[in-house]
């Protein structure tokens, strides 16, 4: 097979998913209260993640930010939100399902991926594993308060690498 007979039928969503030990409300409020979202995934935020509310996140060892449009918060359940410039601007929802052993399965779930094949592949892979190093960060934290540097430490100075 060669990369001309390679042909989306449709784009997927990104999915991924964690357990982490800890009940949900725990979870959620990490991922809403950047006091402490900026211990495992971006270093600054202009704001908690509210309905309605509009925020920017930055990554300032890359030079990095992103826009945050919340569209919706369901407290300890759900946070939706668009994020992105306006041409390249996705959907992201964050679900928290309460399970066994007061622990909870976030699953992060990014649609709205545009551009050719190429592109769409690129970000479906980086997403991908942004995401999962932001919920492995997650976890550490809060099952054994650890920091995790995994996000910071993704792309050294130094070293070649595609875009973050």
């Given at each position: 097979?060669s990369?001309?007979?390679?042909h989306?039928?449709h ?17 959620f409020?990490a991922?809403?209260d950047?006091a ?16 309605g ?17 919340v ?7 759900r946070?939706?939100?668009?994020w992105?410039?306006d ?9 928290f399902?309460p399970?066994?052993?007061?622990a ?5 779930t990014?649609?709205?991926?545009t551009?050719?094949?190429d ?13 999962s190093?932001?919920?492995s960060a997650l976890?550490a ?5 650890i920091v995790l540097?995994v996000?910071?430490?993704?792309f ?9």
């Amino acid at each position: 097979m060669s990369a001309d007979d390679l042909h989306l039928t449709h784009i997927p969503p990104v999915r991924v998913g964690m357990l982490v030990r800890r009940p949900a409300d725990q979870v959620f409020r990490a991922l809403v209260d950047p006091a402490i979202t900026t211990r495992f995934w971006f270093t600054r935020s202009t704001g908690k993640l509210a309905p309605g509310a509009h925020v920017r996140w930055d990554w300032e060892m890359y030079g990095v930010s992103a826009d945050v449009a919340v569209k919706d918060v369901e407290q300890g359940r759900r946070i939706l939100f668009d994020w992105g410039d306006d041409d390249e601007s996705t959907t992201v929802e964050f679900r928290f399902a309460p399970c066994e052993g007061n622990a909870t399965f976030v699953e992060v779930t990014e649609t709205g991926l545009t551009g050719d094949g190429d592109a769409v592949a690129a970000r479906l892979a980086g997403s991908t594993g942004g995401f999962s190093l932001a919920l492995s960060a997650l976890k550490a934290y809060l099952e054994h308060d650890i920091v995790l540097a995994v996000v910071a430490d993704r792309f050294p100075k130094g070293l070649e690498h595609e875009e973050a």
